[in-house]
């Protein structure tokens, strides 16, 4: 069904206000067989640990075994499964399978989970809330390390994210909308009725992260009613809008079906024959990458929309560091390893080992690599000759001044440190920060950018003619995740950065690649090449460098880095 025709049942349906179930809901068809639906209970989840739950799985009727099925997920699975309940789900999935309006496909309707009392008189925890309204990937990982390899045991599921969708009503909505926001490589299609994005449990900064970030390979149905709940934490009508015109912005497939009524099922239910064509429309054909995002998106400013992330290399023990030359060519750490590695064509080779653990790197004026390890700092001459410049520093990341000075951070002393040029001199220049990790010149190097890796800001300080800071601030606010990685500290908000010519700064986050303006304000988030954060990243010309995990990522930008350690002047923000 188009969007158009979509678009006149609500308003028809509105003009009447009147939702009831239609054909596709009511009954089975004439010869329309009926799916087998199954029964299980969930009690070993190690995500969600003591919990357990109910989930039902449907499978269609004459599907063939040895092809593997489209999977849709229901979430508040008992009251989309029950046949006398107000969704009639299964019902509609057999009249839509048999005339071909959706691919046949399994269904899993599963609930949240509860974590049963101790004892006889004592209350049980119910997780729904924590589960449905949280912004994390706790959920979506359940779902794709849990409940679909088990489901998977008993029957052939396609593992291909554009034959999965996910729909839920009120905070069953946000959270199918999480787990494919969180994980589109397992899921890319989304149906909300009546979606929480309140703030209930954050759920109200989703329009704003959809502007500014990376579009993502989805496809979202939304509706609500005007008449929706007005509480504490929000108006769901005012967020519903919200969402859809975020989206219709960043330029997803995308449509907002608007109604009259409240919080309930009554028009979701109504429609949930026409979300589910519209969801499916076209099916095979992938939700790919998003081709229409309109120029108005910022970060379409910023990268070439014809690429997208490239494997460099992978394989590393842990990749950090990445750093160009002036002609463009890449270096990297294997901090595992002790390596320091130059990129020669599409292959890497060994430039510097026996690195004590080398992790940052950067050019200076003279062309030479500079680097922090367990060392101190070091220079590296072109054949790969080390010389300890500043011994005995815990230093993890560096800067390096047009005249040769260098900064670096000591992470774990929460100090950064300044060594002038040419000598072993160093200095504290500031202290204090929680936890001082990237560092990096403004292009003009008027200022030094520094990360706290424990909170959401990055310092700016003013640079004084002798190398001391002034003024600091904690300028650039990011965006944070509700649930970072337990491995990655205690907020892993703030990692390395580089700079562009334009004065932007771009922060290596869990979240993604954060692109911050002059005035310290996200204006684009590109979206991590993989599942796991980033640890570092870097300019060589047009193309941004990251580090992640055991792998180096390159992606073409429409922005290109200083030269190393060659003062640019910025143009002047737009405030």
């Known amino acids: ?175 199918a909308f999480t787990a494919a926001w969180y994980r589109p490589d397992q899921f890319r299609r989304v149906i909300s ?42 108006s769901w009508w005012m967020a519903n809008q919200d969402m859809a015109m975020a989206l219709d912005y960043a330029g997803y497939e995308t449509t907002f079906v608007k109604g009259t009524e409240g919080h309930n099922s009554k028009h979701g239910s109504a429609i949930l024959p026409e979300a589910m064509r519209w969801l499916w429309a076209g099916y095979p054909k992938p939700v790919g990458r998003v081709e229409n995002t309109p120029e108005r998106h910022f970060v379409r400013m910023i990268l070439d929309p014809a690429s997208d992330w490239q494997l460099v290399t992978e394989g590393l023990g842990f990749a950090d560091g990445p750093a160009a030359d002036k002609d463009g060519t890449l270096y990297f750490c294997d901090v595992t390893k002790s390596t320091i590695y130059k990129m020669q064509g599409d292959k890497p080779v060994a430039f510097a080992t026996d690195t004590a653990k080398a992790r940052g790197l950067a050019f200076g004026p003279d062309g030479r690599l500079y680097s922090t390890s367990d060392r101190g700092i070091s220079v590296y001459d072109s054949a790969g000759k080390a010389t300890v410049i500043a011994g005995n520093i815990n230093a993890n990341d560096l800067a390096v001044t047009a005249t040769g000075g260098v900064y670096f951070t000591d992470t774990g002393g929460k100090k950064v440190w300044y060594v002038e040029p040419g000598k072993e001199k160093r200095a504290v220049v500031t202290e204090g920060i929680n936890a001082p990790n990237g560092i990096r010149l403004q292009v003009d190097e008027s200022l030094l950018l520094v990360s706290d890796f424990g909170t959401r800001f990055v310092w700016s300080y003013q640079v004084q003619p002798d190398g001391s800071l002034a ?58 090449p993989a599942t796991s954060g980033l640890t570092s990243v870097a300019l060589g010309g047009n193309t941004l460098y990251a580090a992640s995990a055991d792998k180096i990522w390159k992606r073409a930008l429409r922005r290109s880095g200083r030269p190393p350690a060659k003062p640019v002047m910025p143009p002047k923000p737009g405030l």
């Open 193 to 234: 009725f009546i979606g929480s994005y309140t703030n209930l449990r954050g759920g109200n900064e989703y329009a704003a992260l959809i502007r500014k970030m990376e579009p993502k390979p989805l496809r979202v149905f939304l509706q609500d009613g005007d008449h929706d709940l007005n509480i504490y934490s929000g």
């Open 471 to 528: 003024n600091g601030q904690p300028f650039y606010k990011l965006e944070v995740p509700e649930d970072p990685h337990p491995s990655r500290g205690v907020s892993a908000m703030a990692d390395a950065m580089t700079i562009d010519t334009d004065g932007h700064l771009y922060v290596a986050t869990e979240m993604g690649v954060q692109i911050c303006d002059q005035p310290g304000r996200v204006v684009g988030i590109i979206r991590k």
């Open 1 to 175: 069904m188009t969007r158009t025709s979509l678009l006149l049942l609500a308003l028809a349906l509105t003009a009447s206000a009147q939702y009831t179930l239609g054909p596709d809901s009511l009954q089975r068809k004439p010869g329309v067989s009926a799916g087998t639906v199954t029964q299980h209970r969930w009690t070993t989840s190690k995500i969600f640990p003591g919990t357990v739950r109910d989930y039902w799985v449907y499978a269609p009727a004459n599907a063939d075994k040895t092809k593997p099925l489209p999977v849709m997920i229901f979430q508040d699975g008992n009251g989309f499964v029950r046949e006398n309940g107000a969704w009639h789900a299964t019902i509609v999935l057999d009249n839509l399978i048999a005339d071909k309006s959706i691919p046949p496909m399994l269904a899993v309707f599963i609930d949240p989970g509860v974590m049963p009392a101790p004892g006889q008189n004592q209350m049980a925890r119910y997780n729904r809330s924590y589960e449905y309204d949280a912004t994390s990937d706790k959920y979506a990982r359940f779902l794709a390390e849990e409940i679909l390899p088990e489901i998977g045991k008993s029957h052939n599921l396609s593992k291909d994210p554009n034959d999965r969708g996910l729909a839920g009503s009120s905070s069953g909505a946000i959270a």
